[in-house]
């Protein structure tokens, strides 16, 4: 079964950096757009940013210059490098699938729940 499995996070201080990386098994990663989401405590989750099969990227405004989403097919991975962390940047970080096959682009705003959400991974930026 498809399973996407995140880790990297951490606890930083503002303007440091983290590596998120999303792991896929089940099915090769090649097919699948996959976005990150996060949520912080009573906000709703949000996206951040996708990345489709093609490499084509999307990110929200508040995250563009720092962040950068990328993919490496042969490691089944997906990776969310962020750099000038924030306190805003605090949440719980989630991949998801967003799209598949040949669409050119990737969409934020309807993660298609596909696998279940995961258990995430903690960003923490404080001083």
């Known amino acids: 079964q498809l399973q996407l499995v995140e880790s990297g996070g951490g606890l930083v201080q503002p303007g440091g950096s983290l590596r998120l990386s999303c792991l896929v098994s089940?099915?090769?990663?090649?097919?699948?757009?996959i976005g990150w989401f996060r949520q912080a405590p009573g906000k709703e989750r949000e996206g951040v940013s996708c990345?489709?099969?093609?490499?084509?990227?999307n990110y929200i405004d508040s995250v563009k210059g720092r962040f950068t989403i990328s993919r490496d097919n042969a490691k089944a991975s997906v990776y969310l490098q962020m750099n000038s962390l924030r306190p805003e940047d605090s949440a719980i970080y989630y991949c998801?699938?967003?799209?598949?096959?040949?669409?050119?682009?990737?969409?934020?705003?309807?993660?298609?729940?596909?696998?279940?959400w995961g258990q995430g991974t903690q960003v923490t930026v404080s001083s």
């Open positions: 990345i489709t099969s093609g490499s084509h990227t």
């Open positions: 998801q699938v967003v799209g598949w096959g040949v669409q050119p682009t990737c969409s934020l705003s309807s993660p298609t729940g596909f696998p279940s």
């Open positions: 089940g099915a090769s990663l090649d097919y699948y757009h």
